[in-house]
Nanobody, 119 residues
Framework: QVQLVESGGGLVQQGGSLRLSCAAS????????MGWYRQTPGNQRVLVAV???????NYADSVKGRFTIDRDNTKNTVYLQMNSLKPEDTAVYYC?????????????WGQGTQVTVSS
């Protein structure tokens, strides 16, 4: 059974930094994309950043230049470094891992970690 365990969320003042981690355990074949999404009450979950197996990245416009995503394939772990945090970054952040194996695609989600930025 695959589990994604997130850590690193919390309360921080505006302008501060946090680093989120997400470690995948269990058997996952051929991990492709690893990413972070966020969700606020009453809204849909939206993409924050994604990193592909080859290292290519994509960011939401609202976080470009402030957030950095990276991954450690030896540990099946993805990170999100968040700098210059703003109150509008407050949300529950979810880790996502996507794998493709024998023609089938699998999506795994973490339980979510709360990030709160105070003004």
């Amino acid at each position: 059974q695959v589990q994604l365990v997130e850590s690193g969320g919390g309360l921080v003042q505006q302008g501060g930094s946090l680093r989120l981690s997400c470690a995948a355990s269990g058997t996952i074949f051929s991990i492709d994309a690893m990413g972070w999404y966020r969700q606020t009450p009453g809204n849909q979950r939206v993409l924050v950043a994604v990193i592909m197996a080859g290292g290519g990245t994509n960011y939401a416009d609202s976080v470009k230049g402030r957030f950095t995503i990276d991954r450690d394939n030896t540990k099946n772990t993805v990170y999100l470094q968040m700098n210059s945090l703003k109150p509008e970054d407050t949300a529950v952040y979810y880790c996502n891992v996507n794998s493709v194996f024998l023609g089938a695609e699998y999506d795994y989600w973490g339980q979510g970690t709360q990030v709160t930025v105070s003004s």
